[in-house]
């Protein structure tokens, strides 16, 4: 009977090891939330977007997988701050709001963020108060940095909403506003694909250059996937990632 026992037993040790040993060699999965925002992230995209790339190999480099899914700007910041199926989201300006609503990582790259207007109607500017005369396109839901969210909270700086930078930059050409706030890059890249190139140009001055961060939701988990993304930060070069997505992924020596 002992016999018996302790055969049934080594059998079922047999059994249950192979399934512990998968559990504990499981990946796992840093589930953020982002947004079509082209070239930095996008479905269509080699590698998902240079954002997506450069989260991809932080996270494998913490110990995760990323699973990203995209969404409208609004949907993706209420998936990523409160749908309990995602730990976050990205890529993100800071914010004061934004750093009270998330556990924000280090900087995953950089935004030229610009005035773009029409060749034939410029708005010459050096300094952000100068724009007050004028209703400047923006994207619903996005910050555009500390001094110019000031102007528009206290309602100094007029400004009309779109739901994307592609809709804006259609109201810009369309001539239903002078100026639009837009990422170079994201402009460039969304001239390259609509046309209409020859007619828009962007401020050389910055209206902010802004770090892109991984917004983590505010709690525990979240908080540990963040200071483990962080860490593989420090031995992680996004601007050397960014460079290595161009060259290899794009066939392209610098941003478009």
Not at 31 to 40: F, G
Not at 93 to 113: A, E, H, V
Not at 157 to 177: F, I
Not at 214 to 228: E, G, I, S, T
Request: charged letters at 20%; proline letters at 6%; hydrophobic letters at 40%.
């Amino acid at each position: 009977m002992k016999r018996m026992l302790f055969s049934a037993t080594l059998l079922l040790a047999q059994v249950l090891l192979p399934s512990q040993a998968q559990t504990q060699a499981a990946p796992k999965f840093m589930r953020l939330a982002t947004l079509e925002w082209p070239p930095y992230t996008g479905l269509l995209l080699p590698q998902d977007g240079l954002s997506t790339r450069i989260t991809s190999v932080l996270a494998k480099a913490a110990g995760y997988r990323l699973l990203s899914a995209s969404f409208a700007w609004a949907e993706t910041v209420e998936k990523g701050e409160k749908d309990p199926s995602y730990d976050g989201y990205f890529p993100v300006y800071y914010s004061s709001q934004r750093d009270k609503n998330c556990y924000l990582s280090q900087p995953i790259g950089s935004s030229f963020l610009g005035l773009a207007t029409l060749k034939n109607a410029p708005i010459n500017w050096t300094q952000l108060s100068e724009l007050t005369a004028y209703r400047l396109g923006v994207v619903e839901g996005y910050a555009n940095g500390a001094e110019f969210d000031a102007a528009v909270k206290d309602k100094s700086q007029p400004v009309e909403t779109a739901a994307s930078d592609a809709l804006n930059l259609r109201k810009l050409l369309d001539g239903k506003v002078r100026g639009i706030v837009i990422d170079k890059n994201v402009l460039a890249y969304t001239l390259m694909r609509t046309g209409g190139a020859p007619q828009v140009q962007v401020s050389s001055r910055p209206i902010g250059l802004l770090p892109l961060h991984v917004c983590f939701k505010r709690n525990p988990a979240a908080l540990a996937m963040r200071d483990a993304f962080d860490l593989a930060l420090k031995s992680n070069d996004p601007a050397a990632l960014e460079t290595e997505y161009f060259l290899t992924f794009t066939g392209a020596a610098r941003r478009p």
